[in-house]
Structures are given as C-alpha cells and as structure tokens.
C-alpha cells in the first residue's frame, strides 16, 4: 500500500469514527432485497457491511425479501404469479413455494454470506418462536354495481400484515454475537402462515425495538423530487407534503408509509438507500455524506 493511499484509509477510519462511537450498542434493523440480493459483488459487500458494524458493536437485524427468486421457482414448476394491487395472490401451493424459497434458499444463502465474511448469523421465519404474529391481509376492490354499498372485497389467499411481533426471540440472538437473519413469513393464531411484504416486516421489528435507524434498500438513490434530485433530510410532516403534492406517489408510498410508521412510532431515523451501490449501508451510517433519503419524526 503506497503512501498516499494509506492516508486515504486513515482518513476514512477517522471521519466513521464519530458514527461508530454514537451508534455502538444502537440497534439497526435493514431490509435487504432488489438488486443487492442478485449481485454477487454487491451480496458480499452488503455481508462484509453488516459483519463491520457486529464488530463495532452495533446489534443489525436483516429482514430480508425474496420475490423474483419466487417468481423463477413458481415459473419453472409451471405456475404463472399473479399480482392484484402489487400483492402477489398467494395459494396454499404458491404458499409452499414461498416458505421453501424465503424461509430456506434466499434466508440460508444470506446467512452463509455472513458467515463467508467472518460474521456470525442465525436464519428465522416469523414462524420461529412465534416470532411474527400475522393476520389476514384483505383487500377492497372497486365496484360498478350502485347495489353494492361496501367495496367489493379480493380474497389473495395467504398474505398477511403483521399484528404482532415477539421480541423476545430477537432480544436473545442479537444481545449475542449473533445477528439475526429473518424471512418475513408469519402465523395466525389458528397457525396458518402468510407472506408478508418485507418492507411492512422491518418497520414493526425496527418500531418494536425502537431501533435507532430502519434502513430500506431499494433500486434507485433514495426519495426524489419531481426533477429527479435525491431529497434528504426530512422529517414526516414534509414527507406528507410530498404525499399531497403528487411528489410521492406509486411503488414509492408504501415504502416511504412503513418509513414514516416507523418514525412515529419511535425509531430515531429511517432510511431509503440504493441498494445497487458497492457498502451502500456503510457509506449511510458512517459518512457525512451519507448516500440516501433520511427521515426524522421532526
């Protein structure tokens, strides 16, 4: 390493110092999916981000998706997916097929990438522990019949919302030297499981936890104005403005609604980062730049 470069390193260490000294102890829930789970560079540079910051002290927590590794699964057993308001229609076959590509392949493959990285993690589904106490999902649907007076109601099989979640069993993993490593897969009182939106599941983790920051990866650079300029800096009463001004609209709301639940309901900040970047959640956490969208409550 010549001179100049390990100055560059020095430089480095010292700037993340400051956020490594604040946020050791903190409590960091990420939502890993998109791009950065299809990658294999950028797999092994989110592992090596979270086996850091273990080792620094923080406690992360992964929720991690899974929906095109579903889609190929049903594709190539002959079952096309169907999609009605974004949410895919989730059979008992479909479910099967969920729990074996979440709960196993995807969950499994992250928890070997950390530990190929000299991490230490342990693979969950909502499932375990009856970690995720889950409820139906029901959707409303339009209706042109006036005789109709309610909306008309769209049965999508077994996908749930979270009702509840026990933080005993994550209290226990990530106090150790492990990091806990969850597939959004949830059970009903009646033990009937459900695919849950992965996003929808670190916002609850994070808010029962009062996690200091919920990090959202996606496939773009963070919040963007209508000029496509990267916003950062909000706190929710300005990220409801964007809402009503038409700023933030499709794919994008229920991401930024389960960023700002989340705020409300005690994290100290959330983030929406682009998970297409090498260390995208090193350069958000301990730089001064950071690389997204931040969210406060105020």
């Known amino acids: 390493m010549d001179q100049n470069r390990a100055s ?13 000294q604040r946020f050791s102890g903190a409590t ?21 981000d979270i086996v850091l910051m273990k080792a620094v002290g923080m406690h992360p927590v992964i929720v ?28 008992s076959e479909t479910m099967d097929v969920v729990q074996m590509v979440l709960g196993g392949l995807v969950n499994k493959e992250i928890v070997n990438l950390i530990h190929r990285n000299g991490g230490r993690a342990i693979g969950l589904t909502g499932k375990d522990g009856e970690l995720i106490l889950a409820r139906k999902m029901v ?61 929808l599941v670190a916002g609850k983790v994070a808010e029962v936890l009062q996690a200091e920051k ?18 950062t800096g909000l706190n929710a009463e300005k990220v409801q403005a ?16 389960c960023a700002l639940e989340a705020v409300r309901g ?13 260390h995208a959640v090193l350069l958000e956490i301990l730089t001064n730049q950071g690389i997204g969208t931040l969210i406060t409550r105020k």
């Open 64 to 91: 991690h998706g899974g929906g095109p590794q579903i889609g190929d699964l049903l594709k190539r057993l002959g079952k096309e997916s169907t999609f009605v308001q974004g949410m895919r229609v989730t059979d």
């Open 8 to 20: 560059e390193t020095a430089r480095i260490l010292i700037e993340a110092l400051p956020y490594i």
């Open 242 to 257: 964007l809402i009503d001004d038409g700023t933030i609209y499709g794919g994008m709301l229920p991401k930024i609604a």
């Open 139 to 199: 959707l409303h649907g339009k209706t042109d019949d006036p005789a109709l007076k309610a909306p008309e109601i769209i049965d999508i099989g077994h996908v749930g919302e979270v009702q509840g979640i026990d933080v005993r069993v994550l209290n226990m993993v990530s106090g150790s030297d492990f990091i806990p490593v969850i597939a959004p897969i949830g059970v009903d009182e009646n033990g009937i499981s459900y695919n849950i939106n992965a996003d």
């Open 266 to 278: 005690g994290v100290h900040s959330a983030h929406i980062i682009d998970g297409r970047v090498p």
């Open 28 to 48: 960091v829930v990420i939502k890993y999916g998109g791009n950065a789970m299809e990658n294999e560079d950028l797999k092994n540079s989110f592992a090596r």
């Open 214 to 231: 919920l990090i959202l990866l996606t496939n773009i650079s963070g919040l963007q104005d209508k000029s496509g300029n990267t916003l």
